[in-house]
């Protein structure tokens, strides 16, 4: 039974090691990455920022934008059919500084919530930690997405270099990104 009362007086907890200040992006399932794609671009008005061949995602996928940031938007074209609740891929929410990135992986490893990924991906070149809420749906905490400059072009696959891990992605960090822990008692020795 849903207890209203109870929900209605839930607050932030006090003294959390990070803050989300934004959401971020949205990544969704697609069963025409194209013509998605085109829905995007040419109804909405999304730039195209970056593009997956079928090789490095099964389906293609497409990362898109409506501000400075690498993308907003992402469609993977992995849906076979039309289907309630297969739609969402992930959600992901930016804070402000990779400190809060480290703060809120060791959060969730403290609270035993299971880590699908800690590190840098590859487009986008953002630090990340992705986990999934109760009801499995994937979440991502990120910081240091690339933005898209005036001339419009994003970071050249060459640069993208994803790593396995936060200290192995700032041990190596991608041309331009600044990597400093502010904090480097955060650091695991």
């Known amino acids: 039974m849903f207890d209203f009362d109870r929900v ?3 607050e932030r907890p006090k003294g959390l090691p990070f803050q989300i200040g934004k959401i971020g992006h949205v990544v969704i399932n697609v069963r025409d990455v194209a013509k998605s794609a085109e829905f995007y671009t040419q109804i909405l008005g999304f730039q195209i920022s970056d593009v997956y061949p079928d090789e490095m995602v099964p389906g293609g996928m497409v990362f898109m934008r409506c501000n400075t940031d690498h993308h907003g938007i992402a469609l993977i074209g992995s849906m076979d059919k039309a289907a309630p609740n297969v739609e969402l891929n992930h959600i992901a929410f930016e804070v402000p500084s990779l400190d809060d ?17 800690a590190g840098r991906r590859r487009a986008g070149c953002q630090i990340a930690v992705e986990f999934r809420d109760p009801d499995n749906h994937r979440l991502e905490i ?11 072009k ?6 993208w270099d994803g790593k396995p ?20 008692s955060l650091l695991k020795s």
């Open 142 to 152: 990120y910081w240091g997405i690339d933005q898209i400059g005036s001339e419009g």
């Open 165 to 184: 891990s936060i200290d192995a992605a700032i041990a190596a960090p991608v041309p331009g990104q600044d990597l400093t822990v502010r904090d480097p």
């Open 101 to 117: 990135v480290i703060r809120a992986r060791d959060h969730l490893q403290r609270h035993q919530v299971p880590i699908d990924f």
């Open 8 to 10: 209605k007086r839930l």
């Open 154 to 159: 994003a970071r050249s696959p060459a640069e």
